[in-house]
């Protein structure tokens, strides 16, 4: 596989890790999410990474209905790559999670390679006080929580969202999981490009030392030399300087709400869109050219827009 020439940004503009009550800006309602989604896009996200929600709650919702809502309005307003989660929330099972892929066939669907724990609740040290009941349970739910992802979990949503030529954004949170991908390359069951998504800072995964961000890049590297494209997400405080890091070494990026809620110490992001600038320019900074959603088709041998269902 060539070099890749331009650098591909994916922008996860709500998820399922931070509540309502943390940021006025979080995009809850179908409207908030199209108009994050199509903003990111147009300051240079190739790639949205996208998760639905209640419209009253905000609490994650992973119904097909869900991302009926705003799906379509995303697709007539900008030429981005639509990537479903399949994440969804780690309190819900595989078969819901991967429901809106299997009735929307996007051209990128989250794959998440391991079994591990998802400690949220470290945020109530920060966020007191909260608008809904469900925020504060969710969030001290996380220290006995386990985010489910078998062998069976993975071969099944694999199973069932391949024959739509969906391709994966394959989410790694620790060495095993690149691992746990390498015995699914070895089985048949995915395809290069691999679009491996590294994933730093989250507890219960790796952190977001230098250390940490070389380990996983050396690792990918030896398991799957040219055939995967890698990107790297930093959680909270770690998101710039962790894609500041891996663009040097040729990485793609990831940021967006779901990831961190910030744009600088002690400053809350107002948009998705202007995480999306700000990695831009360290980026353009660094004399790095920023792909198009073309381009990132090109690069990730994407289906197309036109062979989605929504």
């Known amino acids: 596989m060539p070099p890749q020439s331009k650098v591909i940004i994916t922008c996860a503009v709500t998820g399922s890790i931070h509540t309502p009550s943390m940021s006025p800006h ?3 309602t179908p409207q908030e999410i199209a108009d994050a989604a199509i903003g990111a896009c147009e300051a240079g996200a190739a790639i949205i990474h996208l998760h639905a929600r209640d ?3 905000g609490k994650p919702d992973q119904r097909p209905e869900a991302f009926a809502a705003f799906l379509p309005a995303i697709k007539k307003g ?5 990537n479903l989660t399949t994440g969804g929330s780690p309190y819900m099972s595989v078969q819901e999670r991967i429901q809106p892929s299997i009735t929307f066939k996007p051209e990128v669907a989250s794959m998440n390679m391991g079994t591990m724990g998802f400690g949220l609740f470290g945020m109530l040290d920060r966020f007191k006080e909260f608008k809904h009941a469900w925020e504060r349970e969710y969030l001290e739910g996380s220290k006995n929580l386990v985010f489910r992802n078998t062998y069976g979990d993975i071969e099944t949503a694999l199973k069932e969202m391949s024959s739509n030529d969906t391709r994966y954004e394959f989410e790694c949170y620790d060495t095993a999981h690149l691992y746990n991908l390498k015995h699914f390359v070895d089985r048949g069951l995915v395809k290069p490009p691999y679009f491996v998504q590294t994933v730093f800072g989250l507890l219960g995964g790796i952190g977001s030392h230098p250390d940490d961000v ?3 890049k050396r690792t990918a590297d030896r398991l799957f030399g040219s055939d995967y494209r890698w990107s790297v997400l930093g959680a909270g405080a770690a998101q710039m300087k962790v894609a500041a ?3 040097a070494m040729g990485g793609n990026v990831r940021v967006g709400l779901e990831d961190s809620l910030w ?5 809350l992001a107002e948009s998705n869109s202007q995480q999306v600038r700000k990695v831009r320019e360290i980026l353009e900074g660094l004399g790095l050219e920023i792909a198009t959603p073309a381009e990132a088709r090109a690069i990730l041998q994407l289906k197309g827009k036109d062979r989605v269902a929504f």
Do not use: E, N
């Open 214 to 216: 070389m380990h996983m």
């Open 245 to 247: 890091m891996a663009a």
């Open 78 to 82: 900008c030429d981005a790559v639509v």
């Open 263 to 267: 744009i600088g110490k002690g400053r």
């Open 26 to 28: 979080l995009p809850v």
């Open 55 to 57: 419209p009253v709650t």
